[in-house]
């Protein structure tokens, strides 16, 4: 088919370039170079360690086979010697079938059953599969591709004809190697994930909006070990502006605080272990981001009836106090062990009165929650040595290098955080330096280190006792006004600390970014930097805020000067018998 470049704009990054029209016909973000390149930075470290477990079960099946007969060795016995972990890099013949419509050489993707040869065993790594489940312009699919070495076949999904059609007009534009890795498909991504079942070593959901239709058979497409890359964008519902609305969606109760971007975070993760589980599978997070105005995590799922057991363990209800900054953390299950068996039994409850025991007001109850750590710190090391190391190949490197910089001090065992400004604005008082507090909470035993969600935010182990006997030890250096008896502030200064706070600096009351002054929080690079209009919608005057004035009038010209030929066209046409 023919087409005309003057009708294109040519949009690069990275190694990509795509075609983009100048109508609103297929949705394309400036802003998500951020998400796809902390994808692809991701990916790269996947597919390293994909190779790792894969080399180290091949040796595991070799050392069992040498000890065993060499006239009994078979490949199910040398099986049976290994941990259930070992699945993880497999796939039996029944899951490697696919629609009647797969060439032979699409069937398996992952890893071929291991073979036995001459008493030991021997398997093929084959380069992994991935999924685009929402492709639009196919930018992100191109990338992959184009940039993550050794990655296999990248299947691109989209159920609107005409994202399909720029997808594939972008594939030829990329040229030999993205004509030969990406495939472009016009279906539903969510029946095509169904119809796949543990297909895909790579599966990645991008929507516009929230992901939560296509998680059910999202979890079921992924193979045994492989990764989950799932994006939500939808933070006024997550954040809980519409609790409602989070409920129905993601089966948890949203809470308004702070921390309610990681709890959005924290929501998402348990809802995907929800949907896991159906399926006797689980999730292992590896790293959890919030960014710009959307939430994105990177999970491993794998399959074991056992370990599935410990997901009670890992989902806690969050107590809010309506009057101060206090919350608290309410698991669903615990375990009991005797001897060598373990019972899974109901969580102990009320971890909280009918009242604070700090400001005397009502608590609301939030979650479920992913309570239990939502980065791997190895993982979130060794992608920021990746990163560093790359750098000139990653068009938004200043951006994700901070963040992962400051994801990789974050305190991976503390769930949601406190802001230190509201601290003090429930005691109307003057606020201490970061520095200062951090140090009473450092000398007085506890850890303590900021997070990646808010630059306010401090996560630390210390019960809120502590942390609010310090505040009343700074208020005594600090006097405040008087305020009425009944507001929280008044209560909680009403009583005296138990802990004498300790205000001298603490060597570790500044982390190594902040001491060697790395940039953590960076500014939007330019105006209008967030969400987009969606695609097929006309633009109009009253989306300047989100595109800006220079972008709207540029399409409102053009879509006047199409207005204008179409006139004329018409004009001819009429005029035309009239001549005659």
Not at 288 to 310: E, L
Not at 404 to 433: G, M, R, W, Y
Not at 448 to 465: C, F, Q, R, W, Y
Request: some cysteine; overall charge neutral.
């Amino acid at each position: 088919m023919s087409m005309d470049l003057n009708d294109y704009t040519i949009i690069k990054e990275g190694e990509a370039e795509i075609l983009m029209h100048a109508k609103n016909e297929v949705f394309y973000n400036k802003t998500q170079v951020n998400n796809r390149d902390m994808s692809i930075a991701v990916l790269r470290t996947f597919i390293s360690r994909w190779k790792q477990e894969h080399e180290a079960l091949l040796s595991k099946r070799n050392k069992s086979a040498a000890k065993l007969p060499e006239n009994n060795v078979t490949v199910s016995e040398v099986d049976d010697t290994l941990d259930d972990s070992d699945v993880n890099t497999e796939k039996s013949n029944e899951e490697c079938e696919g629609p009647a419509e797969k060439s032979q050489d699409d069937t398996c993707t992952t890893s071929e059953e291991p073979v036995k040869t001459e008493g030991k065993v021997r398997g093929e790594l084959k380069p992994p599969r991935v999924l685009e489940a929402l492709s639009a312009s196919g930018l992100r699919a191109l990338r992959y591709a184009r940039e993550v070495e050794g990655i296999g076949q990248v299947v691109a999904l989209d159920n609107d004809k005409g994202a399909v059609e720029a997808c594939q007009r972008n594939i030829k534009f990329n040229g030999s190697v993205a004509c030969s890795k990406v495939e472009s498909h016009l279906a539903d991504a969510r029946v095509y994930m169904l119809t796949n079942p543990k297909e895909f070593d790579v599966v990645d959901l991008d929507p516009y909006g929230s992901p939560s239709v296509f998680l059910d058979s999202a979890v079921q497409s992924v193979v045994d070990g492989g990764m989950l890359m799932c994006t939500a964008t939808d933070m006024a519902v997550l954040c809980g502006g519409n609790g409602e609305v989070c409920y129905s969606k993601y089966g948890s109760y949203p809470l308004r605080g702070k921390y309610c971007h990681e709890m959005a975070l924290r929501i998402l993760l348990a809802c995907i272990e929800s949907h896991a589980n159906r399926y006797k599978r689980y999730i292992v997070p590896v790293l959890s981001v919030q960014m710009d105005f959307y939430v994105r995590v990177f999970v491993r799922i794998y399959t074991s009836a056992s370990a599935m057991k410990n997901t009670p363990l890992k989902l806690s209800y969050v107590y809010q106090c309506t009057g101060c900054d206090a919350f608290h953390l309410q698991p669903i299950g615990r375990t009991v062990s005797k001897n060598t068996s373990v019972r899974y039994l109901p969580g102990f409850a009320p971890v909280v009165p009918q009242e604070c025991s700090h400001c005397q007001k009502k608590f609301n109850m939030g979650g479920p929650i992913w309570s239990a750590p939502i980065h791997d710190q190895e993982w979130v090391t060794n992608i920021l040595s990746d990163v560093k190391s790359m750098k000139d190949r990653y068009p938004a490197y200043d951006r994700i290098s901070a963040v992962l910089t400051t994801i990789s001090e974050e305190l991976p065992d503390v769930p949601l955080f406190l802001s230190l400004h509201n601290l003090c604005a429930t005691l109307k008082c003057t606020s201490p330096s970061a520095v200062i507090f951090r140090s009473a909470v450092i000398n007085a035993g506890y850890r303590i280190s900021g997070t990646h969600v808010n630059p306010l935010g401090l996560k630390s182990d210390a019960p809120m006792e502590v942390i609010w006997d310090i505040m009343r030890c700074w208020v005594k250096n600090h006097p405040v006004k008087a305020q009425p008896a009944d507001q929280p502030g008044s209560v909680i200064l009403a009583k005296e600390p138990v802990l004498q706070a300790n205000f001298a600096r603490a060597v570790a009351s500044l982390s190594k970014a902040q001491a060697k002054k790395v940039a953590r929080f960076l500014p939007n690079p330019e105006r209008h930097w967030g969400p987009k209009l969606r695609a097929g919608r006309q633009i109009t005057s009253k989306h300047i805020s989100l595109l800006g004035e220079e972008k709207v009038n540029g399409c409102l010209s053009h879509q006047d000067s199409e207005l204008d030929a179409k006139r004329q066209k018409i004009e001819k046409l009429e005029d035309a018998p009239a001549e005659s």
